[in-house]
């Protein structure tokens, strides 16, 4: 079984400061793990994913998220927030790089000019 | 790279009716794809896994003979709703994962369709 947890519904944040979505997941085994982006009436937008390595990832637009396994989370953050950042974003996992993803509730970042 | 259109958009139909929605990766084969189904401010469902040549795998709690979907091709899945109701309105997302990624398990999502049935 496969289970991701975002626990904040709405994260805001002003623009220019650092913002961070958090995440955590439970899997048997050792976690594939993505962040997506979706904004209105549009597919999700791949960020960036963890399989194996450090646990810091860079993703786009200057996003990246940290692994880490003790805490089973993999929060994304990102030094300097957007305007233009705000949007939905969803955490995903997987225990296998063949299933499908499951998907956390989605975190609705806004940033405040 | 790593394009997934899906089509149409948006579709409004009438109660009874069956709607088709096509899912094609353009630039990759892919051997696998999924449909998802989000509902308002809420997260993306999965509804099936659909591998192409053979029949899809259904969620529990998802009519397969509702949600018809099919495989054809390496880069073409459809899912229809067959005899559509209000209750089945909602954004419908496909997703297809290409053969190099098999591996690293990422999906490359279509722009979804919206559907809303009267």
């Known amino acids: 079984a496969q289970s991701v947890a975002q626990p904040e519904d709405q994260v805001n944040v002003a623009e220019g400061n650092p913002l961070t979505v958090k995440c955590t997941y439970s899997?048997?085994?050792?976690?594939?793990l993505f962040w997506y982006v979706q904004y209105p009436n549009r597919g999700l937008q791949f960020l960036l994913k963890?399989?194996?390595?450090?646990?810091l990832v860079k993703g786009s637009y200057g996003f990246e998220a940290e692994f880490n396994k003790s805490q089973t989370s993999f929060h994304l953050k990102k030094p300097s927030a957007l305007v233009s950042d705000s949007a939905l974003y969803f955490c995903?996992?997987?225990?296998?790089?063949?299933?499908?993803?499951?998907f956390g509730s989605g975190t609705r970042l806004q940033v405040q000019p | 790279g790593a394009v997934v259109s899906q089509h149409p958009s948006r579709v409004i139909c009438k109660s009874g009716t069956s709607v088709k929605i096509e899912c094609r990766s353009l630039?990759?084969?892919?051997?696998?794809m999924f449909w998802y189904r989000q509902f308002p401010k809420k997260s993306l469902m999965l509804m099936a896994t659909?591998?192409?040549?053979?029949?899809?795998?259904?969620e529990q709690g998802v009519e397969k003979d509702k949600f018809l979907i099919n495989h054809a091709s390496l880069t073409l899945s459809t899912l229809t709703v067959t005899s559509a109701h209000p209750e089945d309105s909602s954004f419908y997302i496909c997703?297809?994962?290409?053969?190099?990624?098999?591996?690293?398990?990422?999906?490359?999502f279509g722009e979804g369709s919206r559907l809303t049935v009267l």
């Open positions: 630039d990759f084969q892919a051997t696998t």
């Open positions: 995903a996992v997987s225990y296998t790089g063949r299933r499908a993803l499951t």
């Open positions: 899997v048997s085994g050792n976690p594939y």
């Open positions: 997703s297809a994962r290409a053969r190099t990624g098999l591996n690293t398990g990422e999906l490359f």
């Open positions: 659909s591998n192409e040549g053979s029949k899809a795998t259904y």
């Open positions: 963890y399989i194996t390595g450090d646990n």
